[in-house]
């Protein structure tokens, strides 16, 4: 019974997916009827030369970049979750993706000449801010709720110095602005080839994450009785986690909530099983930011919106939402 639930929510997720990318194709300042989209996929010629350039070097790249950065931001919530023991961790809010941000912020307005190698820095700075969570949490070990107390800080800590970078170079700041607000707009083929490799190998290592996030579902005791060393553990989730959030912010810009709602989201559907849990935030996280990225195109077209401005639209409420569950 549970393997057709499973099945059945698999199905409904694929077409959910492909919706997505279907729509996301179609909608924009140039429509396209999805009755051509679906055709072009065997005969590009039903689309005119205006309609095949939008689609092939405008929407496609975008889409790609969308289907990954989500994917990786919704696997990194999911095992940050599994690292605090707790449904409001996220990488927006524990503060990885502002350290990432923090540290592309300091490259793209005070070191332009590091710019070729913003994903390893982002990267770095994400777990520089990883680190900083431990060290100020840690009191005869690490525990889920000094860990999540921490986070909250430095993410204050760390969105504070990056204002504050912002206002010393606020003559170079407009040319940043876009990706302060987190956006997918004007990406190329050439962002994917530089984003996707990485954020590839990120979501290939947190497959090997599931087995130890299953374990510290059931608690320190437990985990620790089976022989498991939880803070070796917790420390190696979190740095696939900051990977895959540092990658995330260097391409496409801070976008908060994707790491909480749709693991909570994909929680709700196939329980808290790793093994297909994460598996599904991958899908659902695509297909989320899919959806989001296309509503933030024609919600106040022709000005086309920031995708983390709708994010924070929506996450900010959700993530109320949870906070009063967990008190009820």
Known sequence: MKSKRLSIVFIGSTIVFILAIVLAIALGSVRVEISKVVQSLFDPSVLTDTQYEIVKNIRLPRIVLAIFVGASLATSGALLQA?????????????????ASLAIMLILLVFPIYAPILPFIAFIGG????IFIYLLSWKDGINALSLLLAGIAVNAMLGGATSLISVLNSEKVQ????????????????????VVPYTTIGLILSL??????????????????????IHRTRIALSMTAA????????AVGVIGFIGLVVPHISRMLVGSDYKVLLPFCIINGASFLLFTDTIARIIAA?????????????GGPFFLYLLRKRKA
């Open 127 to 130: 777990i520089l801010a990883t």
């Open 83 to 99: 690292v605090m023991q707790n449904p409001l961790a996220d990488p927006g809010i524990i503060g990885v993706s502002a350290g």
């Open 208 to 229: 090997f994450c599931i087995r130890s996030a299953n374990v510290l579902l059931l608690g320190d005791d437990k985990a620790s009785n089976l022989g498991v060393d």
């Open 175 to 194: 040319s940043v602005i876009l990706w302060i607000n987190g956006t997918l707009a004007g990406r190329t083929w050439s962002d994917i080839k530089i």
């Open 302 to 314: 022709p000005i086309e919106l920031p995708v983390g401005t709708i994010m924070a639209i929506i």
């Open 243 to 250: 990977f895959l959030a540092g990658i995330s912010t260097a």
